[in-house]
């Protein structure tokens, strides 16, 4: 089997944001980048999907500057075969203008699979994968929580808001990926110094014209101090109280 | 004056509670741009034709009725196909829906399909002249952007329960029409639609919201959580991804930064400290209340009502005591 799967580089999930000093950015300034959370699960996916199916290649992609090719390398010490980076010097906020990029890269693949995240931490759009199928007319299951590939078809489990779907659909096809579905694997030592001999190729980006562009950045309104307002069930009459007067949500 | 297009989305024959509010935001851009029509496309079985008084309500001029038996469940290609075909027989600004499960799934293929741009997760939108601005938290809400979107149609994408479904009432005209492409041929089909806990509202809809983390020490422990949800009577039940990764809960109900993003009007976080990926989740909740026993647990720092206390003592007497509440009403 031929699995692609595209994957981003995002700040670490546990950073205190600062807003930089265009004020339409982040201030990178000592903020860690690392594979995103859904993406790995992503590679994660592929990786097991390869193992059980036998003979096959997984092909990470990633667009951006030079420093998505330290993410590249991360998945292949997980155990992807090779990576291609389309070669951007911004990752732009437009998810559909990097659709059209992936989707000239990947057209000429034949991939039984492609993979995405569901949506990667920093955008948090999530419209890149589902976009990505559409361009290729390819069938697509957007966010799949499970997901079981055997005769040339797929099936996968979606959640949905206080319930569930299952759905069939025919190979190739593109799936993005929720959590639950796989915990990413570490790396191993030997993974690690594999990496470093396979290939990657570096191209350019053919991104679409961005229609969607960031005019300014700010962070949420601070939530007032927390306040502790007794110990024990000693305190519960008051809290039942606070919630009746004061919040009225009781 | 321009016109607007709205998926107003459902489940069977119901419209969700999604689809009320992006006719209502759909209104006042329409409003804003000097009175133009919204349409409002529903999709489903035979008889959601009937829930076009609903949308009327929220200011729909025009509910586009397409009916099929195969659009009981989510066909998304069909519905994709017929939202496209729609938009482009007609001059729409802009496309509103909800960035639901659905939203999510069909709004990255109208943007493909129509080559139009497409904001997510918005959660506050405005329209002067030829531009459109949104507000969209990202980095899992730590951030608020202000993007700008060029090109019409601009497909928007608003949260769940980020605008409020308002009183705009007119008798909306309904026009049937026909599926662009046949349902039943999609190459995604939904074999199974698995219902949830009977009786609870979903997080995204659910004005109370109680969750539980590992505090709580051990699974059977979780009926704590489960009986104040009952005591409120409209309160869903959530978790934190400690708890979903011990299996003590299914994935879907964990909230925080990889899973489900809350705001209902109260949060009662039964023993969860408060990680930062939880907190991403839950933080833009109007009421939040924390029961620990760390003192120090971060969760105190953004709650508006700390008790510091064992949760197996505390929560019981909680439940209790917002019975009692409930009968006094």
């Not at chain 1, 600062?18 to 594979?35: H, L, N, Y």
């Not at chain 1, 036998?54 to 010490?77: F, H, W, Y």
């Not at chain 1, 990496?195 to 007032?224: C, I, N, W």
């Not at chain 2, 899992?140 to 019409?152: E, F």
Request: charged share 25%.
């Amino acid at each position: 089997m031929k699995i692609a799967v595209c994957i981003k580089r995002t700040p670490d999930s546990e950073t205190r944001f600062r807003i930089g000093a265009s004020g339409s950015a982040i201030d990178e300034g000592g903020v860690k980048f690392d594979m995103d959370d859904f993406a790995s699960y992503a590679v994660e996916v592929a990786l097991q999907l390869k193992e059980k199916t036998g003979p096959g290649e997984v092909v990470a992609i990633a667009l951006g500057p030079d420093n998505v090719q330290e993410t590249l390398r991360k998945a292949m010490s997980m155990g992807v075969d090779r990576g291609i980076q389309l070669k951007a010097d911004a990752v732009p906020f437009d998810g559909l203008a990097i659709a059209k990029a992936l989707a000239a890269e990947l057209e000429a693949g034949a991939f039984d699979l492609i993979f995405f995240g569901k949506h990667a931490f920093d955008t948090g759009s999530g419209v890149v994968g589902t976009a990505t199928a559409e361009l290729l007319d390819l069938p697509c299951v957007t966010a799949a929580s499970k997901l079981e590939i055997a005769n040339g078809k797929g099936t996968a489990r979606r959640e949905l808001e206080g319930a569930a779907e299952m759905v069939e659909f025919s190979l190739p096809a593109v799936v993005t990926i929720d959590e639950g579905i796989a915990r990413p694997r570490y790396p191993s030592l030997k993974g690690i110094m594999a990496a470093k001999k396979k290939p990657l190729e570096a191209k350019p980006a053919q991104l679409g014209t961005p229609r969607v562009a960031v005019k300014g950045m700010a962070l949420p309104p601070d939530r007032p101090p927390g306040r502790i307002i007794g110990e024990g069930s000693a305190a519960v009459s008051e809290l039942v109280k606070l919630l009746q007067t004061e919040a009225k949500v009781l | 004056m321009a016109n607007f297009l709205v998926f107003a989305e459902t489940r069977g024959a119901e419209l969700r509670k999604v689809a009320g509010e992006a006719v209502s935001v759909a209104r006042r851009l329409a409003d804003a741009t000097g009175g133009g029509e919204v349409h409002a496309l529903v999709a489903g079985p035979s008889g959601v034709g009937q829930k076009a008084e609903t949308l009327g309500r929220f200011g729909a001029d025009v509910v586009l009725v397409v009916e099929h038996v195969a659009l009981t469940t989510f066909a998304r290609e069909a519905i994709a196909e017929t939202v496209a075909q729609r938009a482009n027989s007609a001059s729409y600004r802009a496309i509103v829906l909800g960035f639901s499960a659905q939203g999510r799934d069909l709004g990255p293929r109208l943007a493909a399909k129509l080559d139009a741009p497409l904001v997510s997760d918005v959660t506050d939108v405005e329209i002067t002249g030829d531009s459109l601005t949104v507000k969209h938290p990202a980095y899992a809400n730590k951030v608020i952007v202000t993007l700008t979107v060029s090109g019409a149609p601009a497909i928007v994408s608003v949260r769940p329960s980020a605008f409020t479904a308002t009183e705009s009432p007119r008798a909306a005209r309904l026009e049937p029409l026909a599926p662009a492409v046949d349902p039943t041929a999609g190459r995604v089909k939904v074999v199974q639609v698995i219902e949830g806990a009977r009786g609870r509202p979903d997080l995204a809809d659910a004005p109370v919201i109680v969750a539980g983390g590992r505090g709580l020490k051990a699974p059977e422990n979780f009926k704590l959580v489960e009986d104040l949800a009952d005591a409120f009577g409209n309160a869903a039940v959530g978790a934190t991804r400690a708890v979903t990764d011990e299996g003590w809960r299914p994935h879907a109900d964990q909230i925080g930064q990889t899973g489900r993003q809350v705001s209902p009007q109260l949060y009662v976080a039964v023993g969860i400290s408060g990680a930062i990926q939880h907190l991403a989740g839950m933080r833009s909740s109007k009421t939040i209340v924390a029961i620990n026993k760390d003192r120090e647990a971060p969760i105190f720092k953004v709650a508006d009502y700390g008790i510091v206390g064992d949760v197996l003592e505390v929560v019981p007497a909680l439940t209790q005591a917002v019975r009692e509440a409930k009968k006094g009403h």
